[in-house]
């Protein structure tokens, strides 16, 4: 079982950048596959970025790619999310999720343990 507690977020300009973390603790970080989902207020929770247990494979939704990047560092057990080009509708509660099969998934199901969130808003 692992436990993620997410931080970063906050208000930010559109064209301005943001990071947001997600810190783990208790069982062994580099067994999971983690990702990062999005929800605004009104919509359903989507999918953001997955990366695999070695961080040598990620996977973006189109709507981020090129402009997101998702990054884990094992050794202190936590990932990260740098986000650029900010844009209104990026603007939600970003959470952090892991699951430990070796597969990338894109749909929340499939992840077993969440973060509680933090807040990226985006102002126009």
């Known amino acids: 079982q692992v436990q993620l507690v997410e931080s970063g977020g906050g208000l930010v300009q559109a064209g301005d950048s943001l990071s947001v973390f997600c810190a783990a603790s208790g069982d062994t970080f580099s067994n999971y596959v983690l990702a990062w989902f999005r929800q605004a207020p009104g919509k359903e929770r989507e999918f953001v970025a997955t990366i695999s247990r070695t961080g040598l494979v990620t996977n973006y939704a189109d709507s981020v790619k090129g402009r997101f990047t998702i990054s884990r560092d094992n050794a202190k057990n936590t990932m990260s999310l740098q986000m650029n080009s900010l844009k209104p509708e990026d603007t939600a509660v970003y959470s952090c999720?892991?699951?430990?099969?070796?597969?990338?998934?894109?749909?929340?199901?499939?992840?077993?343990?969440w973060g509680r969130g933090t807040q990226v808003t985006v102002s126009s």
């Open positions: 999720a892991a699951q430990n099969s070796a597969t990338l998934r894109v749909y929340s199901s499939g992840y077993d343990y």
